[in-house]
């Protein structure tokens, strides 16, 4: 595992150095922190649709209309919703399904908060690998 770290860590130094190509690597570290959290959504988004039709803990409606079928487009949105904090009210989960929905806006507001620091090391021409 330790290997693995270090070229993980060579790689990220090898095109992350804000000194010599600053808004190359911001843009690619913005890229990559969105990906990296669209992919976040998904995988809560995967884990609410077999939490409520699976395991059956819960639920997941539309404020306005409880009786509608919700669409798995509609998970994603739900958990990008909630991995960002913003909490619109337009979905609202029930049951037990709430703890699972409130862990996944701790998780997202921690991931949120150390992108944002990534991000500024970067701004500041700082390499966040380099020691």
Request: proline residues 4%; aromatic residues 14%; hydrophobic residues 45%.
């Given at each position: 595992?330790?290997?693995?770290?270090?070229?993980?860590?060579?790689?990220?130094?090898?095109?992350?150095?804000?000194?010599?190509?600053?808004?190359?690597?911001?843009?690619?570290?913005?890229?990559?922190?969105?990906?990296?959290?669209?992919?976040?959504?998904?995988?809560?988004?995967?884990?609410?649709?077999?939490?409520v039709h699976q395991i059956d803990i819960g639920s997941l409606q539309l404020a306005q209309d409880p009786t509608e079928?919700?669409?798995?487009?509609?998970?994603?949105?739900?958990?990008?919703?909630?991995?960002?904090?913003?909490?619109?009210?337009?979905?609202?989960?029930?049951?037990?399904?709430?703890?699972?929905?409130?862990?996944?806006?701790?998780?997202?507001?921690?991931?949120?908060?150390?992108?944002?620091?990534?991000?500024?090391?970067?701004?500041?021409?700082?390499?966040?690998?380099?020691?």
């Open positions: 595992m330790h290997s693995n770290s270090l070229q993980r860590s060579s790689f990220c130094n090898a095109h992350v150095d804000p000194a010599a190509h600053p808004k190359r690597c911001l843009f690619i570290s913005v890229s990559l922190i969105t990906a990296a959290h669209i992919i976040e959504a998904a995988i809560y988004a995967s884990a609410f649709w077999v939490a079928n919700l669409y798995p487009m509609d998970y994603f949105y739900f958990a990008l919703v909630n991995l960002t904090t913003l909490g619109r009210g337009d979905l609202q989960p029930s049951g037990h399904f709430r703890f699972l929905t409130g862990i996944s806006a701790f998780h997202g507001f921690l991931l949120i908060t150390a992108s944002g620091g990534y991000l500024l090391q970067v701004m500041s021409g700082k390499n966040p690998f380099r020691k």
